[in-house]
């Protein structure tokens, strides 16, 4: 059962601040609402200018909310964060006080993101493993690192790297991709997307 859900992805969109949120009180599925947690997004604004916005057209924070409603046992508070600010400093600082304002709840951190972007097939499997190895390797760096060679790799780089560090912080030591694939947008292998899944946690041998 999980109280809270901090859900961190990137906005394609410019807005004048580094961070956007939801100005709504909930978001709603064909599944029910999913409140704002209000608080939470209070106190972040303490240390981080946050935008709040109505009909953000950016779509990848909700469209992770169906398979949350679905996942999830419980009813559950969000903390929606679109990064506009995907440096590896704003990684760490926005990681610390989410792990801050998590800990003593029952907190789930997901990243969403794509991974490489209409290269060939082959091409954006290459490309794509720089990205799963750092994450296997638990190194938030190197993910931020891989998209800033300019290949496109990851468009929420600073939002996977921000979660594994706020997991890091709340106790996490392992990494493991669990998934990968590629979305063939032609039917020919020319132009894929590539995804990826992966989770953050504690294990007592790492």
């Known amino acids: 059962e ?3 859900v901090a859900l961190i992805g990137p906005s394609h969109h410019f807005y ?3 961070i956007v949120t939801a100005k709504h ?3 709603q599925t064909p599944l029910g609402l999913v409140p704002i947690d209000r608080a939470a997004l209070a106190t972040l604004s303490k240390t981080f ?4 916005v109505r009909n953000d057209p950016e779509h990848c924070l909700e469209i992770e909310l169906p398979f949350l409603q679905r996942a999830l046992e419980s009813d559950f508070r969000l ?3 679109a ?3 995907q440096s590896l400093t704003m990684a760490e600082e926005l990681g610390a006080v989410l792990a801050e304002i998590l800990k003593d709840q029952k907190a789930l951190l997901v990243a969403s993101s794509d991974l490489s972007h209409f290269y060939p097939q082959t091409v954006a499997k290459q490309y794509d493993q720089q990205v799963l190895d750092a994450v296997n390797d638990y190194d938030p760096a190197r993910v931020i690192q891989a998209e800033a060679q300019g290949r496109k790799i990851a468009c929420g780089h600073g939002a996977i790297a921000t979660i594994m560090i706020a997991a890091r912080a709340l106790g996490a030591n392992s990494a493991q991709v669990v998934n990968y694939g590629v979305g063939d947008a032609r039917g020919d292998g020319s132009s894929v997307v590539g995804y990826g899944a992966a989770v953050f946690y504690e294990s007592e041998t790492v």
């Open 79 to 81: 903390i929606p964060l």
């Open 49 to 52: 200018p946050l935008e709040a």
């Open 2 to 4: 999980i109280d809270v």
């Open 25 to 27: 009180d909930a978001y």
């Open 83 to 85: 990064l506009l600010d």
């Open 16 to 18: 004048s601040t580094a």
